[in-house]
């Protein structure tokens, strides 16, 4: 499997802290719709949809403690494992996201007839 990086903030057009911190954001790779957050120590992507029913977690609420917290039914993701609360069971697909001198990458697994 191939990770292709895809630059979504430019530090020189998007500032040097183009999102807030505990803010939550839904952008799209590949026709595919990703959640992105900013903690203290960087972004973090996770799916945008909530496998409970469906919710865009971008429009959700990021804690202190690593969370993303659903707008609809309030269930809960690790931003950083995307594991659920266990009484949940469920979890959310993450991304890998890099912090360059020019900007924050998301990684996208592209299929070979992508390339
Ligand atoms: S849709 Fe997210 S908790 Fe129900």
Known sequence: MAIRFYK???FKQDGSEPQALYS?????????RICLTRLP??????????????????????????????????YQYNLKTGRGLPKQGDYVNTYPTETRADGVYVGF???????
């Open 41 to 74: 120590d960087g972004y973090y992507a996770i799916d945008d949809a909530c496998p409970h029913a469906g919710a865009r977690l971008g429009l959700g609420k990021c804690t202190e403690d690593e969370m993303i917290i659903c707008p609809i039914h309030r």
């Open 24 to 32: 939550a954001r839904t952008i799209e790779i590949e026709n595919k």
């Open 109 to 115: 697994e592209k299929k070979w007839w992508q390339f």
């Open 8 to 10: 979504i903030y430019d």
